[in-house]
């Protein structure tokens, strides 16, 4: 009885790692691809985003700290998924060389002051109106937000357009 209590605990442990020994609970390291200079001019990732964090639909608020730096803050839209992000925004270099210049990617470290902390990495469409990256969490998620507050988004004449503009965006998220 001792020897199958033994093997099951074995089994048990053996289970819980990876076949280099690592165990399964481990943080997975994000690797953020290479960033890239847009020739209109340095990305800009201040404003509202809306979209998911590893599937969970918020909103993501984002302020300029600095030349290449940003303050985050997410709030999930039934408010009980909250986190701040310490942003750093990568320089590269344009196609055409010269000095490096802010490219259309920002990486980040988080926390939601709950002991739950990670990293990832965002990247910026040329247009500005779009972010897509991934947030590590324990393991990978993806992240995915439009700009809400975009300056070629037109401004609804009055309160009733605005509110059937707001659920038009939320049936696009959604």
Same mark, same amino acid.
């Not at 984002?62 to 009980?80: H, N, T």
């Not at 700009?147 to 059937?164: N, V």
């Given at each position: +009885?001792?020897? =199958? =209590?033994?093997?099951?605990?074995?089994?048990?442990?053996?289970?819980?790692?990876?076949?280099?020994?690592?165990?399964? !609970?481990?943080?997975?390291? /994000?690797?953020?691809?290479?960033? @890239?200079? *847009?020739? @209109?001019?340095?990305?800009?990732?201040?404003?509202?985003? /809306?979209?998911?964090?590893?599937?969970?639909?918020?909103?993501?608020?984002?302020?300029?700290?600095? !030349?290449?730096?940003? *303050?985050?803050?997410?709030?999930?839209?039934?408010?009980?998924?909250?986190?701040?992000?310490?942003?750093?925004?990568?320089?590269?270099?344009?196609?055409?060389?010269? $000095? +490096?210049?802010?490219?259309?990617?920002?990486?980040?470290?988080?926390?939601?002051?709950?002991?739950?902390?990670?990293?990832g *990495?965002? =990247?910026?469409?040329?247009e500005?109106?779009?972010?897509?990256? @991934?947030?590590? *969490?324990?393991?990978?998620?993806?992240?995915?937000f /439009?700009?809400?507050?975009?300056?070629? +988004?037109? $401004?609804?004449?009055?309160? %009733?357009?605005? %509110? $059937?503009?707001a659920? %038009?965006?939320?049936?696009?998220?959604?």
């Amino acid at each position: +009885m001792a020897r =199958l =209590l033994r093997a099951a605990l074995l089994l048990a442990l053996a289970g819980g790692c990876k076949p280099n020994g690592a165990r399964v !609970s481990d943080v997975v390291d /994000v690797t953020p691809p290479s960033g @890239e200079v *847009y020739p @209109e001019g340095a990305s800009d990732f201040t404003g509202e985003w /809306v979209g998911e964090s590893a599937g969970i639909f918020g909103t993501l608020s984002i302020q300029r700290l600095a !030349s290449d730096r940003y *303050y985050g803050r997410f709030v999930s839209e039934d408010g009980l998924i909250r986190f701040v992000c310490n942003l750093r925004q990568i320089r590269a270099t344009p196609p055409e060389g010269g $000095a +490096m210049l802010p490219s259309n990617l920002v990486t980040f470290q988080w926390q939601d002051g709950r002991g739950g902390r990670g990293g990832g *990495y965002v =990247l910026i469409n040329r247009e500005g109106s779009a972010l897509t990256g @991934e947030i590590r *969490y324990g393991g990978l998620g993806p992240l995915d937000f /439009v700009r809400t507050d975009a300056p070629d +988004m037109e $401004a609804p004449a009055d309160a %009733e357009t605005a %509110e $059937a503009f707001a659920d %038009e965006l939320d049936e696009q998220a959604g």
